[in-house]
């Protein structure tokens, strides 16, 4: 299984970004689909996620302003990322876990800037 994530850029603090995960198969076959962020110096952690059900849920840091979703069709799911914060700058993976393992995507990096 490949993840691939995409949609990192630059932004301006305030502004929006959406950042992709596609997989080579079905999300079907994962039981929590999710995203996590790393900065420099910092160890990887978890930034939102949404189960085979539809439950999401998000760390405090985030908490109203990202949006984890998911397209069952195009085996994609999504960060919709509003009202960025210098403190959101890192490199963003998606994961997805299931019966068949756990995957990682390659990261997309993400920098907001005053």
């Known amino acids: 299984v490949q993840l691939q994530a995409s949609g990192g850029g630059a932004v301006q603090a305030g502004g929006s970004l959406r950042l992709s995960c596609e997989a080579s198969r079905s999300i079907f076959s994962f039981d929590v689909m999710g995203w996590y962020r790393q900065s420099p110096g910092k160890e990887r952690s978890s930034v939102a996620a949404?189960?085979?059900?539809?439950?999401?849920n998000y760390t405090d840091s985030v908490k109203g302003r990202f949006t984890v979703s998911r397209d069952n069709a195009k085996n994609t799911w999504y960060l919709q990322m509003t009202s960025l914060k210098l403190e959101d700058t890192a490199v963003y993976y998606c994961n997805g876990a299931g019966f068949l393992g756990t995957y990682w995507g390659q990261g997309t990096l993400v920098t907001v800037s005053s």
């Open positions: 949404i189960t085979r059900y539809g439950t999401t």
